[in-house]
Structure formats: structure tokens, C-alpha cells
DNA sequence: TGTTTTATGATACACCGTGTATCATAACTT
DNA sequence: AAGTTATGATACACGGTGTATCATAAAACA
């Protein structure tokens, strides 16, 4: 583990770079180059830290997502909808980036990686249960698939109605139905 | 409008290369000059026909969605089950073309005008029912969404279960609760 | 404080893919 | 048979990627 200060502040101006050239540019035209121009530092030296400018992204946007992860803590399961409104005011306030990781561009693989990651979080969570008449697994990527294609309806819509709405929306659409399905009434 | 023998010849051949190449590789990683050798054509040929491989995927996508639209049998509502049989023993037959629509490699465009048609189609369905708690179009694209999402799982994971118990699965997962929300009980 | 270690900036470079231009030749049309 | 058009081959400019090098600045250490 680096905790060199040069090290920090060079990763964090690139993340910085790449958040502001994808707000003005969107992220496919975003060159390496440009990137590093706008970090104020130089070229070489971005493949320093990344391989790739998918990596940087992947770095990003995994920051984010633990951010949220942070937001849901285990204990919020008894609320789903108000864990669904925090999920959302999350998605309003970081939405440039979710409209990346959801519109693919360039960012498939980073999406694949983000849901296999949410995947394995609902099974340890749920893992516990008594078998459920659906394979666990399909209910753990049903219920991330649905949360996002969510998320992306709603960004894409220019968020029509307000986080607590979509909050209800989402527990009555998304997470009562796979509570019933995964035997959490049983407990 | 082109009748040249010539012409037909050339795109038929880089529709060929594209899909043969794609299943060997992949989208990504597939250049021009590959794609015009695949083709037995040469390079400057390419661009004198599609101005981007991205175009030329569309082409191949559209013209096989043509074909799979002629195939697929009209109204089947009563037993959900069976439908969602019918579903996945379609995407068993069709597998390729849903692998490269759904790995989105450049089809983005048209995964989502695909998945337009399927949510109009879903609200023409059962936009007479008594008005639901959750708004008919969030229900519609959740709908779909989660099926295009079942079937990227399945397939992704080399369809681990027969189409008869995803037709199960389809039907307790995703039409149940949707029928459930949309008010069907009462018609 | 002085020394060592390491990250950075600047630059040059090879490599690859894209898209355009050119022209002789082959294939098609009438 | 004569005219038209698509093709193949090739060359080229352009831009982006990733690597190598080296002097310098910054951090860590003693």
C-alpha cells in the first residue's frame, strides 16, 4: 500500500480530470492526452497508475459505489423504502456517472464487474435463507438488474418524480417481490 | 437504390466476416483491415460501403431482427410460464444475435429502439387495466428490462437450466409480481 | 541535516488503426 | 462492343497508445 502524499495527489487529479472532461465531453472522446492535460500532469505518467482509461473509470466509479455501500447499511433491510430513497438521492447526486456506467459507453465491462460485485453483496446477505424455490443466485441478479435498469429509466427520464416516490416504487416493485421469493417472510 | 451484382457481393461477404469474426473474438477487438481480409475485400472497399464498423453491425442486427420478427408466433397471454418457455427456446435459437445485442458492442442504439417497441407493446397490453400504484410506464420498462436481463444471464452463463424452468422462473420472477402491480387481479 | 529512494515531467519513439486519395483493372450495364 | 462503375492495391496523413529514457524534484530515512 503507497501512502507516498505524490502518489495521492497525482490519482486523485486524474479521477478529478476525468469527472470534469466527462461532464463536458461525455467519456469515449475523452483522450489520454487531454486527460492528463486537464490533471496538470504528465502523460507518462497516467500509465503510471492505470493501465488503461477504463481503469481509471473502473477506479472512480468503484469509489462511488462504496460511497453508496456505505449509505446502505445491513440494518436498513427492516425500510426498503427508505433504503430505495437513499440509492436514489445517490443517483441524483453522482448521475454523471451513473449515466456512463449505464449507457455502456466504454464502460461494459466496468457495469459487468459493478453488478458481479452486487450480486455476490445480496447473496452473502441473503445466503442464509431457506431455500428459496428460485435459484438464489438468478434472484441476487434479478434484483441488481432491476435496481439498476431502474436507476437508468429514472436518469434517463430526467428523474420525473422525486427519491421518496421512487424509494416506495422500488420496494414495491423490486424488493417485495424478491423478499417473498427468497423465504425472508419465513424468518 | 443499387442492383450491382458487386455491390450486394462486397456487403454480403463484410455481413459474413463481421459475424464470423465476432463469434471468434468478439466485437471490441475486431479492426477494419481484419474485418476486409475476413471479408476477402479490400480495405478501402470497406468505407466505400459503411462509413464505421458500428454501421455495419446495425445492418447485420437489423436484418436479422427483420428475420427473427417474421418468426415469432403472435398473441400467447394465457399461461405465462409457457411464454417465457417460448421466450427462452427462442434465445436458445437465436443465441448469437442475442449475445451480440446484448453484450452491446456498439448496438446500443438499437438494443434500446428493440427495447422502446417491447415497452410500447407491454402498455398497449394492458394499458386498460384499473390504474396501478405504480405508474404503467415505470411497470412496462421494468418489465422488460428484467426479462432482457434474464436472458443475459442465462446465456452469459451457458443457459445452466432448460427453457421449460426459466419459463417457471420467468413467470414466479417477473410476470407474477407485474400482474400482481398491474391490476390484473381485478379484471 | 545530509543521503538515499522514488515519483514526476518532458521528450522521443515504435506501433497500430482510421479515413482519404489515386489509378489500373475487372466486372457489370446497355 | 463501348461506356460505366466497383474493386484491389497502395500510399499517405493523422491521431492515439504504450514504452523507454533521463534529469529533476519531492519524499523518506538516518
Known amino acids: ?13 486524474l479521477r478529478q480530470a476525468l469527472a470534469e472532461l466527462v461532464l463536458q465531453q461525455g467519456y469515449e472522446s475523452i483522450s489520454i492526452r487531454e486527460l492528463a492535460a486537464q490533471a496538470g500532469v504528465g502523460y507518462a505518467t497516467f500509465f503510471r497508475h492505470y493501465p488503461s482509461k477504463d481503469a481509471l473509470l473502473l477506479d472512480l466509479l468503484q469509489r462511488s459505489i462504496q460511497e453508496m455501500a456505505r449509505l446502505l447499511p445491513p440494518g436498513l433491510d427492516a425500510d426498503p423504502a427508505e433504503e430505495g430513497r437513499l440509492i436514489f438521492v ?34 452473502r446477505r441473503f445466503g442464509r435463507q431457506t431455500a428459496p424455490a428460485i435459484p438464489l443466485e438468478i434472484l441476487a441478479h434479478h434484483l441488481v438488474a432491476a435496481t439498476i435498469a431502474l436507476i437508468g429509466w429514472w436518469l434517463q427520464h430526467d428523474q420525473p418524480y422525486p427519491p421518496p416516490r421512487m424509494g416506495q416504487i422500488y420496494a414495491e416493485l423490486i424488493m417485495r417481490p424478491f423478499l417473498a421469493l427468497v423465504g425472508q417472510e419465513r424468518g
Not at 500500500?1 to 487529479?13: S, Y
Open 1 to 13: 500500500m503507497t501512502t507516498d502524499p505524490r502518489v495521492q495527489r497525482t490519482q486523485q487529479r
Open 90 to 123: 445517490h443517483a441524483a447526486q453522482h448521475q454523471q456517472l451513473y449515466r456512463i456506467l449505464l449507457s455502456g459507453g466504454g464502460a461494459l465491462a466496468l457495469l459487468e464487474e459493478v453488478q458481479a460485485a452486487a450480486v455476490a453483496e445480496v447473496m
